[in-house]
């Protein structure tokens, strides 16, 4: 029995000698990509720092090129860039409506006949569940008709009921 047991040890120490020994190595993958990856973060960085340098460098030189330029020039575009924003203001969005061609009148007036006739025709929910209720319909009976929740619907009369008594 006791040789049993001891092969049984044996077996164990075994695998668990395996185990920690697969662990090491993954554990020592681990290190590696962590090593290799702080050493891309350093060479981007670097590359970062390298390129706003470049940008400095280029934008100094543009500021250089712009202030050594013809003040004349300057000058000439800031007025007539003062002379067009000018003319943007004083334009009326009300005489921009008025000057509208006819067909995009005709047009804007059809759109809003047939917004008037699709809203004149159909009913909110909330109006065809008071209907309903004046009616003298219960709450599971509208709930039914509408394709609805009862819960909602009850929930719905309650509120409107209170609403109701504070008006």
């Known amino acids: 029995m006791s040789t049993l047991l001891w092969l049984l040890s044996f077996m164990l120490h075994g695998v668990l000698l395996y185990a920690v020994i697969i662990l090491y190595t993954r554990l020592a993958a681990v290190k590696e990509t962590e090593k290799q990856q702080k050493q ?40 007539s860039g003062l002379q067009t924003s000018e003319t943007y203001q004083e334009r009326d969005p009300v005489q921009e409506a008025e000057n509208l061609p006819e067909h995009i009148e005709g047009l804007i007036t059809e759109v809003d006949r047939r ?4 809203n ?25 008709k509408m394709k609805s929740g009862k819960t909602e619907i009850e ?13």
């Open 40 to 79: 891309i973060l350093e060479e981007t960085e670097n590359t970062l720092a390298a390129f706003l340098l470049e940008l400095k460098e280029e934008n100094e030189k543009l500021i250089e090129n712009k202030a050594s330029s013809a003040s004349q020039s300057d000058e000439e575009s800031q007025k």
């Open 120 to 144: 004149s025709e159909v009913q909110s929910f909330e109006d065809q569940v008071i209907e309903l209720y004046e009616q003298g319909y219960s709450a599971s009976q509208i709930a039914q």
């Open 115 to 118: 917004e008037e006739l699709v």
């Open 155 to 167: 929930l719905f009369l309650k509120f409107r009921s209170k609403g109701v008594k504070d008006s």
